[in-house]
C-alpha cells in the first residue's frame, strides 16, 4: 500500500500508538489502514458416494482440480458464500452441512471454511470458471491434480470422517514461508 484510500496522501509503514503491529497510517490524515485476511468459503458435495469435483478454468492453478470455493462476498453468510461458491462453479444447487475443516492459510493470508454439502438435485454443469465438473469415486480421485492443499486437506478429512462414520471438525494451518 503507498496511498491513503481515504485522502490520496503518503501513508508509512509504523506500529500506531497502543497497537503492537506495523500498519499502514497516512501521516496527512492519520487514518490506520488494517489489512485482514481473506475468507474462502466452500463444501465437500457428495452425491450417491461420488464426490464433485470441478477443474478449473482461471488462475492460480488453472487446468487443477477443486471443490466449489471461493472467496466471501460482503452480505452473505459462510454458508450463502459456500453454496452461491457452488452454483457460479459447477451449477448446482446444495444443502450445506455441518463444517468440515477449517484451514488457516497464512502466506495468502486468507482462512479457507469448508462445509459437507449435499446436491438439492442430481444436477450439475459448467461454470464460467470451470473446464469440467464431475463426480468421482473415492478411488478415481486425482489427488496430484488438487489445485490447493486447503482441499486436498478437507476432502482427506471428508473421505476419512465418512469411512469412520463420524463428522468431525479438522483445523490445519498452511505457511509456505517457512522452510519445511
Known amino acids: 500500500m503507498k496511498y491513503c484510500s481515504q485522502c490520496g496522501s503518503a501513508v508509512a509503514l509504523l506500529v500506531p500508538s497502543g497497537d503492537h ?7 496527512a490524515c492519520g487514518t490506520i ?14 452425491h450417491a ?8 478454468a482461471i488462475e492460480p492453478r488453472h ?13 452473505e453468510t459462510l454458508q450463502q458464500a ?34 459437507r454439502a449435499g446436491l438439492t438435485e442430481p444436477r450439475f454443469g459448467i461454470g464460467e470458471e470451470s473446464l469440467e465438473v464431475d ?19 478437507a476432502l482427506r478429512r471428508y473421505l476419512e470422517d465418512r469411512a469412520a462414520g463420524s463428522r468431525g ?9 517457512r522452510p519445511g
Not at 33 to 46: L, R, W
Not at 49 to 56: D, P, S, T, V, W
Not at 64 to 74: L, Q, R
Not at 137 to 148: G, L, M, N, S
Request: charged share 25%.
Open 21 to 27: 503491529r506495523p500498519r499502514h497510517v497516512c501521516a
Open 33 to 46: 489502514h488494517y489489512q485482514n485476511p481473506k475468507i474462502v468459503a466452500g463444501c465437500v458435495v457428495e
Open 49 to 56: 458416494g461420488r464426490i464433485l469435483l470441478c477443474r478449473r
Open 63 to 75: 487446468g487443477f482440480w477443486t471443490i466449489p470455493a471461493g472467496f466471501m462476498e460482503n452480505d
Open 82 to 115: 459456500a453454496a452461491r461458491e457452488c452454483r457460479e462453479e459447477a451449477l448446482a444447487e446444495v444443502e450445506i452441512g455441518e463444517l468440515c475443516a477449517v484451514v488457516h492459510v497464512l502466506h495468502a493470508h486468507q482462512v479457507h471454511v469448508m462445509f
Open 135 to 153: 463426480l468421482y469415486d473415492e478411488a478415481a480421485i486425482p489427488w496430484d491434480e488438487i489445485a490447493f492443499p486447503s482441499v486436498a486437506f
Open 169 to 177: 471438525l479438522h483445523f490445519t494451518t498452511i505457511d509456505r514461508r
